[in-house]
């Protein structure tokens, strides 16, 4: 079926720190994320994608892991900045010719200075 | 480049009422997708349209419906408003394929239904 979701609601972090942000999937057949970011007032941005046929994906200060036997994918943002405090979500598009998104419920990372 | 211009970005709406929101895409972008963001249910899927026709839909009741134009300009419209429709409704607007890095959202339109 159809499901991306499983964060963590809130995560705190101090400026310069790591963070790491989790998402759980359910269907072993999916075989693409994305990670958005959504800053207050604003409508979701895309940060990285990963495809099933990587392991890992870096973008600038960003990482994406994927582990597809555990069905469980993170964001790892390096060197947190008080610019990067928004919601993150993960999301998938169910596939066929569609632009259609399937998001999970989001986790809201909180940059403490 | 202008971005995805939603309107009105804030409307107050009574139960009962209906209600059309607008989306303009970015210029050349044909698909226009809609969603529906509240703090308990999430991110949810309502409708894409693509070259004027509905080509997906959500899990939402009749009441919500949609529409595009040949400028590919989109409009949704809720009828018979319910407290629980009070919402962030989101526009997407998409080249013609599943480019998902060249999707923008809108900033959205802030619903609150009393």
């Known amino acids: 079926g159809e499901s991306v979701g499983l964060h963590l609601p809130t995560l705190s972090v101090q400026e310069g720190d790591n963070s790491i942000i989790n998402c759980a999937y359910s269907?072993?057949?999916?075989?693409?994320f994305i990670w958005y970011k959504q800053e207050s007032g604003k409508g979701p941005q895309f940060i990285i994608d990963?495809?099933?046929?990587?392991d890992k994906r870096q973008g600038q200060r960003v990482t994406v892991l994927l582990n597809k036997t555990v069905k469980h994918l993170s964001l790892q943002i390096a060197a947190t900045q008080p610019g990067d405090s928004a919601v993150y979500f993960c999301?998938?598009?169910?596939?066929?010719?569609?632009?259609?998104?399937?998001f999970g419920t989001g986790t809201l990372l909180a940059v403490q200075p | 480049k202008a971005g995805v211009t939603q309107t009105p970005r804030y409307l107050i709406k009574t139960r009962g009422q209906q209600v059309t929101l607008s989306c303009s895409p970015i210029?050349?972008?044909?698909?226009v997708s809609w969603y529906q963001q509240t703090p308990g249910q999430g991110l949810q899927f309502l409708f894409e349209?693509?070259?004027?026709?509905?080509?997906n839909k959500g899990n939402f009741p009749g009441r919500f419906s949609g529409r595009q134009f040949s400028n590919s300009r989109s409009e949704m419209n809720v009828s018979t408003l319910e407290l629980g429709d009070s919402a962030l409704y989101l526009c997407?607007?998409?080249?013609?394929?599943?480019?998902?890095?060249?999707?923008?959202f809108g900033p959205g339109t802030r619903l609150l239904v009393l």
């Open positions: 990963i495809r099933s046929n990587m």
């Open positions: 349209y693509f070259s004027e026709t509905q080509r």
């Open positions: 997407a607007s998409s080249l013609a394929g599943s480019n998902w890095e060249t999707q923008y």
């Open positions: 269907n072993s057949a999916s075989d693409y």
């Open positions: 210029s050349g972008h044909r698909s």
């Open positions: 999301a998938e598009p169910p596939g066929g010719a569609t632009n259609k998104l399937i």
